[in-house]
């Protein structure tokens, strides 16, 4: 017990009194001194690749007044698409149902059949 008492208290000396081994040789730099270091540090090379090719001009080669008659030309021929439409109107018009289709009510009835019958597994089941 005395042994443990006496290691414990050497430890806490030694920590006490190391402090000042492990403090800082100079004052803390002041906000001047930091701010130039970091203007530096930016200004440094980082060693990865530095590319000096610009970027392509985003300008357009034509003026307004010629896009708008292009944009004219293409909505009279057909060929403008409207907002958020990725294909034409034909291949949308091909997509739909064949005539096939039932009511809300219809497909509801369905449903519920098919889940009393056990087709439909339970919420976080795995499907057979």
Same mark, same amino acid.
């Given at each position: 017990m005395k042994t443990t008492f006496a290691l414990c208290a050497a %430890?806490?000396?030694?920590a006490v009194f190391s402090q000042?081994?492990? !403090?800082? !040789?100079? /004052?803390?730099?002041?906000?001047a001194e930091v701010k130039a270091e970091a203007?530096?540090?930016?200004?440094?090379? *980082?060693? &990865? %690749?530095?590319?000096?090719?610009k970027a392509p001009s985003t300008? @357009?080669?034509k003026t307004?007044? &010629?896009?708008?008659?292009? *944009?004219?030309?293409?909505?009279?021929?057909g060929n403008?698409?409207? /907002?958020g439409e990725s294909a034409s109107v034909k291949e949308?018009?091909?997509m739909k149902s064949t005539g096939t289709e039932t009511t809300r009510d219809e497909r509801k009835? =369905?449903?519920? !059949? &098919?889940? =009393? @019958?056990g087709k439909i597994p339970a919420a976080g089941e795995k499907a057979n």
């Amino acid at each position: 017990m005395k042994t443990t008492f006496a290691l414990c208290a050497a %430890a806490a000396a030694i920590a006490v009194f190391s402090q000042g081994a492990f !403090a800082q !040789a100079s /004052a803390p730099a002041n906000r001047a001194e930091v701010k130039a270091e970091a203007k530096a540090a930016t200004k440094a090379p *980082t060693g &990865e %690749a530095q590319t000096t090719t610009k970027a392509p001009s985003t300008a @357009s080669d034509k003026t307004r007044d &010629e896009r708008k008659a292009a *944009t004219k030309s293409d909505k009279a021929s057909g060929n403008l698409k409207t /907002a958020g439409e990725s294909a034409s109107v034909k291949e949308d018009k091909a997509m739909k149902s064949t005539g096939t289709e039932t009511t809300r009510d219809e497909r509801k009835a =369905k449903t519920k !059949a &098919e889940n =009393k @019958s056990g087709k439909i597994p339970a919420a976080g089941e795995k499907a057979n």
